[in-house]
């Protein structure tokens, strides 16, 4: 199984068609917020089942503030993460994760991308497509892949 995970899109879709060109096919879609008002567009545009949460620059959505989903054996909680003060530091989001029984928790919010294993959380934040922060500032999103053993593999990637 093959999700790609963006976040923080901010209205302009330009990466995000790039990078679905260059990944497709996938099996899911997870956008971890700061859609701000492109949620139908991005859903066509995936071509297959999509979850997406609300950032904290999406005012006018129906969209929730996060998604619990089961995937290929794993549970995850997906929140933007700004409710949860992820600028600072992880701990409370991996902590919401871990008292909510999930081993994997994808959100957004910061513009950097990381991925990190603390205790029996697994924590990853893309990164943003429109307006990244890390280093050089490359454009990035990750990549989630459930094997056949149901071993779950998270890569980085750039623009």
């Excluded at 700061?34 to 859903?43: L, T, V």
């Amino acid at each position: 199984m093959k999700i790609l995970v963006v976040s923080d899109t901010h209205g302009k879709d330009g990466n995000l068609e790039k990078v679905l060109k260059k990944v497709k096919p996938i099996d899911a879609l997870i956008h971890c917020g700061d859609i701000e008002g492109r949620e139908d567009y991005i859903a066509v545009l995936a071509e297959c089942p999509s979850y997406m949460v609300a950032g904290n620059n999406d005012f006018f959505t129906d969209l929730p503030r996060e998604i619990e989903l089961d995937l290929g054996g794993h549970r995850l909680l997906i929140a933007h993460g700004h409710n949860y003060g992820v600028n600072m530091d992880l701990s409370r989001i991996v902590e919401e994760a871990y008292a909510r029984k999930k081993d994997i928790v994808l959100f957004g919010h910061t513009h950097k991308p990381v991925i990190v294993r603390k205790g029996a959380v697994t924590a990853v934040n893309p990164g943003s497509l429109s307006y990244p922060r890390q280093e050089g500032r490359n454009p990035s999103f990750a990549i989630m892949e459930i094997d056949h053993k149901g071993e779950v593999h998270f890569t980085l990637n750039y623009l």
